[in-house]
């Protein structure tokens, strides 16, 4: 689906640091799930009073990650009960560990994907988090 | 708005989904105690019984066996597992000790049924040892503490009966991890509710074993091999609330009666 309108090499390259944001801060914060999270936050905070498009877009990146996060942090917490608490290895959390490898892996490639589309000013839209985005971001 | 839910659990149904079909997969199949204990479990179990039986302290009055049988049975009879297919050996010891052996053999020493108020505490007692059997707690354990290449001696002759004792001495004295209790206690809780014989007991064992602990530590070997016992016996506690039963009692012949059936314990014993 085409943008409202068509955005300027300046607003391109603000909206695709937004998904870079997090393929760089996942890469700096593991095994820390949070760190993501926080860059992406910051970065659309900082950007909150840009135009339409790159707010849209960082808003995006943003919502993006709030579901990889909450997979992750489960799995943190988890392998930190097994590293200090009762808890121990099992079929239940490698099937988890392999489920969040697969998962993580799907978004940063879309997220990477992302960054390179919206850089050439295409309005790249994920499956639920754009709905969602359209529904929070107003022009 | 509708579509946008739809999308929402479509992401977590998947996520779990994955999660759900992956877990179906025994990863740890390849563990090597699993793969020691189905191919040598048997073998282990008959020499350790073997050794044990060694020590002439088996009991001999077949009443007495056929009223543990008939306890076991009664704590079995709503769930999957078939008292049948366990091998009860009743030790003459003063001990207050019971245990699982590999390969489904249990040991009881009179020492316990001497101290148990009733047969629901007894049925307890049990249900907790078939839940680490069920489990597979009693192979962990001896990878853990004997290691494998100990019982690969063992099973293939090359090792002494003196460490076939000490095999079963770990498997009578130490005590297995708090999980694994947890496990054996949540599963003898729900054996003994579903039999209609109240968990209640198993706690009033655990606790009364916990205050005699400080006067005959020596005697009460099971509660050194089950740690923690004033707290489990709270969980059961706990537990048994949310469970709902009948009280049917175990047996009907008076606990006293069957208890002398134990003639006094250790070696000056005269059955039958």
């Given at each position: 689906?085409?943008?409202?309108?068509?955005?300027?090499?300046?607003?391109?390259?603000?909206?695709?640091?937004?998904?870079?944001?997090?393929?760089?801060?996942?890469?700096?914060?593991?095994?820390?799930?949070?760190?993501?999270?926080?860059?992406?936050?910051?970065?659309?905070?900082?950007?909150?009073?840009?135009?339409?498009?790159?707010?849209?877009?960082?808003?995006?990146?943003?919502?993006?990650?709030?579901?990889?996060?909450?997979?992750?942090?489960?799995?943190?917490?988890?392998?930190?009960?097994?590293?200090?608490g009762d808890n121990h290895v099992d079929n239940r959390y490698i099937?988890?560990?392999?489920?969040?490898?697969?998962?993580?892996?799907?978004?940063?490639?879309?997220?990477?994907?992302?960054?390179?589309?919206?850089?050439?000013?295409?309005?790249?839209?994920?499956?639920?988090?754009?709905?969602?985005t359209n529904l929070i971001c107003k022009a | 708005m509708g579509k946008?839910?739809?999308?929402?659990?479509?992401?977590?149904?998947?996520?779990?989904?994955?999660?759900?079909?992956?877990?179906?997969?025994?990863?740890?199949?390849?563990?090597?105690?699993?793969?020691?204990?189905?191919?040598?479990?048997?073998?282990?179990?008959?020499?350790?019984?073997?050794?044990?039986?060694?020590?002439?302290?088996?009991?001999?009055?077949?009443?007495?066996?056929?009223?543990?049988?008939?306890?076991?049975?009664?704590v079995c009879e709503k769930t999957e597992i078939k008292f049948d297919?366990?091998?009860?050996?009743?030790?003459?010891?003063?001990?207050?000790?019971?245990?699982?052996?590999?390969?489904?053999?249990?040991?009881?020493?009179?020492?316990?049924?001497?101290?148990?108020?009733?047969?629901?505490?007894?049925?307890?007692?049990?249900?907790?040892?078939?839940?680490?059997?069920?489990?597979?707690?009693?192979?962990?354990?001896?990878?853990?503490?004997?290691?494998?290449?100990?019982?690969?001696?063992?099973?293939?002759?090359?090792?002494?009966?003196?460490?076939?004792?000490?095999?079963?001495?770990?498997?009578?004295?130490?005590?297995?991890?708090?999980?694994?209790?947890?496990?054996?206690?949540?599963?003898?809780?729900?054996?003994?509710?579903?039999?209609?014989?109240?968990?209640?007991?198993?706690?009033?064992?655990?606790?009364?074993?916990?205050?005699?602990?400080?006067?005959?530590?020596?005697?009460?070997?099971?509660?050194?091999?089950?740690?923690?016992?004033?707290?489990?016996?709270?969980?059961?506690?706990?537990?048994?609330?949310?469970?709902?039963?009948?009280?049917?009692?175990?047996?009907?012949?008076?606990?006293?009666?069957?208890?002398?059936?134990?003639?006094?314990?250790?070696?000056?014993?005269?059955?039958?």
């Amino acid at each position: 689906m085409e943008f409202a309108y068509a955005p300027n090499d300046y607003e391109s390259e603000k909206a695709s640091n937004g998904y870079l944001m997090s393929v760089v801060a996942v890469i700096v914060g593991l095994p820390l799930p949070i760190i993501n999270l926080l860059a992406t936050f910051f970065y659309y905070m900082g950007n909150r009073k840009s135009t339409f498009f790159v707010r849209w877009h960082c808003l995006q990146a943003l919502l993006s990650q709030i579901l990889i996060v909450a997979f992750n942090s489960a799995g943190f917490y988890w392998t930190m009960s097994i590293i200090f608490g009762d808890n121990h290895v099992d079929n239940r959390y490698i099937a988890y560990i392999i489920t969040l490898l697969v998962f993580n892996l799907i978004e940063f490639i879309a997220t990477l994907v992302a960054a390179i589309q919206t850089r050439k000013g295409k309005h790249v839209q994920f499956f639920f988090f754009a709905p969602l985005t359209n529904l929070i971001c107003k022009a | 708005m509708g579509k946008l839910i739809f999308q929402f659990l479509l992401i977590v149904g998947s996520f779990l989904g994955v999660w759900l079909l992956l877990s179906q997969i025994n990863f740890l199949e390849g563990d090597d105690v699993e793969k020691f204990a189905k191919e040598n479990e048997k073998r282990l179990g008959s020499l350790i019984l073997k050794a044990i039986k060694s020590t002439g302290k088996e009991t001999k009055s077949t009443e007495l066996k056929a009223f543990v049988d008939s306890i076991g049975s009664r704590v079995c009879e709503k769930t999957e597992i078939k008292f049948d297919s366990i091998k009860v050996l009743i030790i003459r010891s003063s001990e207050v000790n019971a245990f699982a052996l590999p390969d489904h053999h249990m040991v009881i020493y009179t020492g316990l049924l001497e101290d148990a108020k009733n047969p629901e505490e007894v049925a307890g007692v049990i249900a907790h040892e078939i839940a680490h059997m069920e489990k597979n707690h009693v192979m962990k354990k001896l990878g853990k503490e004997i290691g494998l290449s100990m019982l690969f001696a063992i099973v293939g002759g090359d090792a002494g009966g003196e460490i076939i004792k000490q095999t079963a001495h770990t498997l009578s004295s130490s005590a297995f991890d708090r999980t694994q209790e947890q496990e054996a206690d949540d599963f003898a809780v729900d054996a003994m509710a579903k039999a209609n014989i109240d968990p209640e007991h198993l706690a009033n064992f655990l606790f009364r074993l916990s205050q005699q602990g400080d006067d005959m530590p020596d005697e009460l070997v099971w509660l050194s091999t089950h740690p923690d016992s004033k707290d489990r016996a709270t969980e059961i506690l706990k537990k048994k609330k949310l469970l709902k039963f009948d009280t049917i009692p175990v047996l009907k012949t008076p606990w006293k009666e069957v208890q002398k059936l134990t003639g006094g314990s250790d070696d000056d014993e005269s059955d039958d």
